[in-house]
Every structure is written in structure tokens, then in C-alpha cells.
């Protein structure tokens, strides 16, 4: 991130879009791999990332050695539903992306929403000090990938629960203003302490806020995506044209 802020890439077509995002995320991969050790990415939910799944899969080529076996799959939250039920997000990556990628499935630590989200939660967090490198205390991913909702929130913080943003809990546990529903996040201390974090926002329903955020408008800071500022990483943002059209050309 260079010192007048993140880098931002906009697209004309969800194709280009999804095209450089993939080979990004796949450099990042062969980096470390050739630096002799996995690669940990934490994905997020919704509707948006499946055209990045889908294209992940459509270009994965037998004769790249098998770069996803080494990746450790996270997840940056989670709905408090069974893993089988519409609205999770593990079955949401799994139906776009694991079941048609090969992989390790030693190496997918899915957030358990059956469980009880409290517990779960702990247990998450105790599962990232064990499993991923940390610097400062704090655990870090090489890859955080995020969307951003129409109120701003992102992972599962939510503007009501800007809290989350600055709890020592690694994970913890959110609600959904509107549904009520709980849902299992990554806060703000642990996305912030990756090496490199990519918002991925597409549709014209993300544009007045994304150029709040983007744009450092008065409103940015009752938006919990404004808060997302790698400590050391590189944030960048992709977006289509959609998401962009009010941003200052
Ligand atoms: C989730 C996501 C959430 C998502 C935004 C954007 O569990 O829903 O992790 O943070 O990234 O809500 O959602 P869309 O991609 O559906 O617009």
C-alpha cells in the first residue's frame, strides 16, 4: 500500500476482473511455496467471491503443480448455520471452489457455525495462534479476501459492532443487524495484520459507499470497511465498473 493509500484496479467486465484477481492470488501462492512454506488465505462469504471461485476453477490447469494442495483455506466468517445449510459459507466455497479444486483436506479449517458461537469462536481463535505464523502475537495470513456489504460492514463486523474491530478476541461473534442472525468473524486486529488484504466489490448497489470509503467522505467512519488498514500488508481493492462508476475518475 503506498503512503496516499490502497491500490484500487477497476474493471470493465467481471471476466478481466476475475482474470487479474486469480493470478494474483496465484503469484502470492507460488511466492511462498518457492520460499518453501503454505500459503494461508482466509475467504469470505456472499454472493460476490463465487465468479472468483468460478473462474479459479475454470483456469486451473493440471500442469501448474498442484499450487492449491499447499494452500490452508480459512474462513473470514461464517453464518451460525449447519455446514449443509443454504446460507453457509463453507458450503458456499465448497460447492464453487473445493469440490472442483484439488486440495488438501488437511489443510480446510472451516469455521463449525453448528457449534456453540461463543465456544466456537475461542476455539477458532486458539486454532489460528497454533496454525499460522505471527508476528507481534498476532497471527498472520498472507491473503485475507473481503467483500463489503451496502452498510459498510465487512467479514462480519457490522457498523453496530465497530467493537469488533479493535477486540483482542481473534475470532468472535457478530449479529446480523437486520436478521439477527449470529455469525462467527475474524476481527479487526487479525485481518489487519495480514500481509496482504483484497477487497473484492462488484454491483452498483456498493457504489455511493464504496466512494464514502474510498473517497474518505464524512460517513467513512461509521463504516467498518474504512477501518480495514493493513498494519504492515498491502490492501488492495477490485472492483467492476458498477461498484466504481461514482468514484472520482
Ligand atoms: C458474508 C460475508 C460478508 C460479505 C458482504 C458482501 O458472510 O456475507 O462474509 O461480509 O462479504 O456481506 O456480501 P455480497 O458479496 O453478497 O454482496
Known amino acids: 500500500m503506498s503512503a496516499e493509500g490502497p491500490e484500487v484496479f477497476t474493471f470493465r467486465t467481471k471476466e478481466g476482473l476475475t482474470l487479474m484477481l486469480t493470478e494474483k492470488i496465484q503469484n502470492l501462492i507460488r511466492a511462498a511455496l518457492i520460499s518453501g512454506r503454505g ?11 463465487g465468479i472468483l471461485f468460478e473462474y479459479i476453477v475454470k483456469s486451473y490447469s493440471k500442469d501448474d503443480p498442484g499450487i492449491w494442495e499447499k494452500v490452508h483455506f480459512y474462513w473470514v466468517d461464517e453464518r451460525c448455520v449447519p455446514p449443509d445449510h443454504p446460507e453457509s459459507n463453507y458450503r458456499m466455497v465448497n460447492d464453487t471452489l473445493l469440490g472442483k479444486l484439488p486440495h488438501s483436506d488437511n489443510y480446510v479449517f472451516r469455521m463449525r457455525g453448528e457449534m456453540e458461537p461463543q465456544a466456537e469462536a475461542a476455539r477458532y481463535s486458539q486454532l489460528l ?4 505464523p505471527s508476528v507481534n502475537e498476532l497471527p498472520v495470513f498472507d491473503l485475507v479476501l473481503l467483500g463489503m456489504g451496502k452498510d459498510g460492514h465487512t467479514a462480519s463486523i457490522f457498523p453496530d459492532q ?4 479493535y477486540t483482542d478476541n481473534l475470532c468472535d461473534v457478530g449479529v446480523h443487524p437486520e436478521s439477527g442472525q449470529q ?6 486486529r487479525v485481518i489487519n495484520h495480514a500481509d496482504n488484504v483484497f477487497f473484492l466489490v462488484t454491483g452498483k448497489d456498493k457504489a455511493t459507499r464504496l466512494t464514502e470509503i474510498l473517497g474518505r467522505g464524512k460517513q467513512a467512519e461509521t463504516f467498518p470497511a474504512s477501518y480495514i488498514k493493513p498494519v504492515h500488508g498491502k490492501l488492495s481493492w477490485f472492483l467492476d465498473d458498477d461498484a466504481a462508476k461514482l468514484l472520482q475518475k
Do not use: Y
Not at 482466509?42 to 467471491?49: D, E, R
Not at 495462534?129 to 499460522?132: G, N, R, V
Open 39 to 49: 500459503f494461508n488465505i482466509a475467504l469470505s462469504g456472499g454472493s460476490t467471491p
Open 162 to 165: 465497530m467493537e469488533l474491530l
Open 183 to 188: 455469525r462467527l468473524t475474524l476481527t479487526g
Open 129 to 132: 495462534k497454533e496454525q499460522l
